[in-house]
Structures are given as structure tokens and as C-alpha cells.
């Protein structure tokens, strides 16, 4: 026995309810939207340049998928494995549902079963592992590889092939950070193609090792300091993963997120009051991924706590525009009056919260503060129906989709639990309508 095949029978003994059905189509709808609404990015174009999104190799479609996704920060985040699941383990699940002209109810079922192995995964590797490596790109293959394997059939031996050969593909290295690179777009789209390559290669007879989890030359052994085992299989009765993860309401580092809500309040309560100075008490992971005082560029800003608290203290909101040119130059001298600092408290509740402490110090001798355990957007401060939608719909504009388009696209998703086929999302299938995008099959 191995952790990989008690993985696949905990996921497939899982009830699935409606209501759990509900929960993956509005992932689904926020995961896409997240997607398109990058189509105008440069990254955008060279991915298409590479992958384009027509091509019949259904692993580069997931691929081309996986990184849009991921470029505009917006993409959902599960906060006790610090994985971005959607970006990953839905262009899998919809490049194999799609491809092979699935049901939606087969096609949810299987998210609900990805998203749960690669944060399983995700909660067992231990604080140290996020210093180097990025947890998405690692523990994201084999969600992808899960989804894929339920949309295709695969037997339980397949699938722990599957998962094993998925294993064996992680990486996903921080270096980027260092110069605003564009590597993180990567570590999505080869994530969601990996795992689409481990199924397949399994329902062809390739295996793949089972102990790739435990084995002593195996996952723990080669990127975990500090790894958690009993993580992988920990309550299974627990509400699937997919439930517990968060939507982001900002575009930058979910890691920002908690210290913008705090931010976001304390603006209301400057009054126009200039500020003298703030101190910010995080944990260790925030302020490793996003203590940056001066970012040159728009990715870089949006891994500045410093620039997201300047920025939302003075504007009482934070966009897509707070990032570029202009917003950089207006939150500099806020920038440079913002303190970092490890919060004990903070650091020994994560991951399982994600808060913050903030002060700010007026020149007028006002000391104000705010704290957050949770910030908008997780599951105990859950973005409302209508929250969710306006940004689904602000998105798929942001990427040039016309207004008909966007109420076919999400209409076609929320019928996903009536089973719509998959290929009525009409994802890609012409050039000739809106970027390609949001054609009826």
C-alpha cells in the first residue's frame, strides 16, 4: 500500500453532493474568466505562439489554458496547501472534457476530485518547501493528473500511476521573483499539461511509482524539509478541498490580500490625513514572497506589501490599473514610509489563516489599526454571488468579449450542473468571434 493509492480511494469514496456540484461550476466560471481576461497580455500572445489554443494535442490545450490563467493574479487560492488549484486543475479537466465531448456533471466531478489530490498533496509538504519551490507548480500536477484520470476512466492502478508519473514531472522554482520574470505563467501551464500526459500515458499501460510520495528517493525526500505525511489522508469525511478554497477580489499575491482588507479600512478612516508611517505584521511566507520597497514593473507591485498597502490606503480600492506606471509613482512615498515586519502570532497560525497587523501613524498624531485573520474572498468571508459575477463579467470584458458572448459563456457554465456538454463553452473553437472565445459547439 501506498499514500498515492490511499489518496485515489479517499477521493473516490467522497459523497458529491448538488451543492458541491454548485460550488465547482462557480470555480469554473471564475478560473475561465480569470483566463480570458489575460488574452490582451503579452504573455497571453507568446503562449499562443507556442501552444495555440486550436491545436489538436489536447495536453498543449491545457497547457495554453493554464497559463492564461495564472497571468492576471486572480486566479483562486487554497490557503492551508498554498496552491492556486483552478489554474491547474480545470484548463486538465476541461482540455480532457472537452477533447472527448464530456458531460458538465462528469466534468465538475472531476474537478471536485483534482482540486482535492493537489491540495492534499499541497498540505503535506511542509513550511519550508514554499522558501524554494512554488507549491502550485509542485503539488499542482497532480490534481491535474486526478482530473484527467476520473474524466477518462482509469482504474485505480492507472491512476496511481498516473499520479506517480505526475509526481515525477514537479518543479517550479521562486528565481523568478529575483527579476520579475514570467516563469510563474509557465508553472501553470506545465502543471495542467503534466498531469494530462501522466493520464494518458496510464491508460496506455505506462507506470508510474507508487510510493512517489514517500519513497526514499521519492517527493519528500527530494523537495520537503519538513514534509507532513498524515497531511495526504487527514479527515477524510472533511468538506472537499475545492469548498475551502478562496476567490481573490484583487489582482496581485494572495499573500497582499489580507493587509489590502485591513489597508482598505484604515483608508476610510484617514479622512484625508497624511500618513507618517505603517508598520505591517505578517507571516514569514509574506513577507519571503513580497517584501519589495521598489518595484520597476507591474508583476513585481503586485508581490509588494509595501506597494499594495501604499496604493490601497490611498485610493480606498486596488485594480489592474493600480499596478501599472502611474500607480507605481503615486504610492512611492507611501511606499517608503511602510515597515515590515514578522509577527509571531501571525506566523504560528499559518497556513491555516493568512492575517496581518497594520498600523498607521498620521502626521496629525492619530494612531490607527487594523487586523485580519481572513481576508475577502476565503471561505469564512466568501465573495457573494453577485461579487463573483461582477468580476467574472469585468474580466471577460477586460479580454475583449463581447457582451453576448459573455452572457452565452456564463450561462453555459452554471448549466454545466444540468450536465451542458462541456464543448458548448465553445472555448477556442473560432477565431472569428471575440478573441476565439464563447462559441456554441
Known amino acids: 500500500m501506498s499514500l498515492t493509492r490511499d489518496l485515489v480511494r479517499l477521493i473516490r469514496a467522497k459523497p458529491v453532493t448538488d451543492g458541491d456540484l454548485q460550488w465547482a461550476a462557480f470555480f469554473v466560471l471564475d478560473t475561465l474568466a ?33 497559463g492564461l490563467a495564472h497571468i492576471l493574479e486572480m486566479d483562486d487560492l487554497h490557503r492551508d496547501s498554498v496552491v492556486h488549484p483552478g489554474s491547474i486543475v480545470i484548463p486538465a479537466a476541461w482540455a480532457m472534457a472537452d477533447e472527448r465531448d464530456l458531460g458538465g456533471v462528469a466534468f465538475l466531478k472531476a474537478i471536485l476530485a483534482g482540486y482535492e489530490a493537489c491540495c492534499r498533496v499541497g498540505m503535506a509538504v511542509g513550511k519550508t518547501h514554499y522558501r524554494i519551490w512554488h507549491n502550485t507548480s509542485t503539488c499542482g ?62 491508460a496506455q499501460g505506462f507506470t508510474g511509482p507508487d510510493r512517489i510520495l514517500e519513497g526514499d528517493k521519492g ?44 489597508a482598505i479600512e484604515l483608508h476610510g478612516k484617514l479622512a484625508g490625513a497624511a500618513v507618517k508611517s505603517v508598520h505591517i505584521g505578517a507571516y514569514r511566507a509574506a513577507l519571503d514572497v513580497c517584501d519589495r520597497p521598489r518595484p520597476n514593473d507591474p508583476y513585481s507591485a503586485k508581490f509588494s506589501l509595501q506597494h499594495c498597502v501604499a496604493i490601497a ?11 501599472n506606471a502611474d500607480g507605481r509613482q503615486r504610492a512611492a512615498a507611501g511606499r517608503d514610509k511602510v515597515a ?56 471577460l470584458a477586460d479580454g475583449g468579449m463581447a457582451e453576448a ?13 444540468h450536465d451542458r456538454p462541456v464543448r458548448s463553452l465553445g472555448l477556442f473553437r473560432s477565431e472569428r468571434e471575440t478573441a476565439g472565445l464563447a462559441r456554441r459547439a
Open 34 to 66: 480569470c483566463a480570458l481576461g489575460a488574452l490582451k497580455s503579452e504573455p497571453a500572445r507568446m503562449l499562443k505562439a507556442v501552444a495555440p489554443p486550436d491545436a489538436s494535442d489536447v495536453a498543449r490545450r491545457a497547457f495554453y489554458l493554464g
Open 141 to 202: 500536477p497532480f490534481g491535474s493528473a486526478m482530473a484527467a484520470a476520473e474524466l477518462i476512466g482509469l482504474s485505480e492502478d492507472q491512476c496511481v500511476w498516473a499520479l506517480g508519473n505526475a509526481g515525477t514531472q514537479s518543479s517550479g522554482l521562486w528565481e523568478f521573483l529575483a527579476s520579475g520574470a514570467m516563469s510563474k505563467h509557465l508553472h501553470t501551464a506545465r502543471g495542467a499539461e503534466s498531469g494530462v500526459l501522466a493520464a494518458l500515458l496510464a
Open 219 to 262: 517527493f519528500f525526500a527530494g523537495l520537503c524539509a519538513d514534509p507532513i505525511p498524515e497531511a495526504i489522508l487527514a479527515d477524510p469525511a472533511r468538506p472537499w478541498e475545492l469548498t475551502r478554497t478562496s476567490i481573490k477580489p484583487w489582482p496581485c499575491c494572495r499573500h497582499t490580500h489580507p493587509a489590502i482588507d485591513a
Open 313 to 323: 490606503l490611498w485610493d480606498g480600492l486596488v485594480v489592474q490599473d493600480s499596478f
Open 340 to 395: 515590515l515586519a514578522l509577527s509571531p502570532a501571525i506566523d504560528e497560525a499559518y497556513p491555516a489563516a493568512w492575517g496581518v497587523e497594520l498600523a498607521v501613524e498620521t502626521t496629525d498624531g492619530r494612531k490607527l489599526t487594523a487586523a485580519r485573520r481572513e481576508a475577502k474572498g476565503d471561505p469564512e468571508n466568501q465573495l457573494s454571488a453577485g461579487e463573483l459575477s461582477a468580476k467574472a463579467r469585468q474580466l
Open 405 to 417: 458572448a459573455l452572457e452565452r459563456l456564463v450561462s453555459d457554465i452554471g448549466a454545466l450542473v
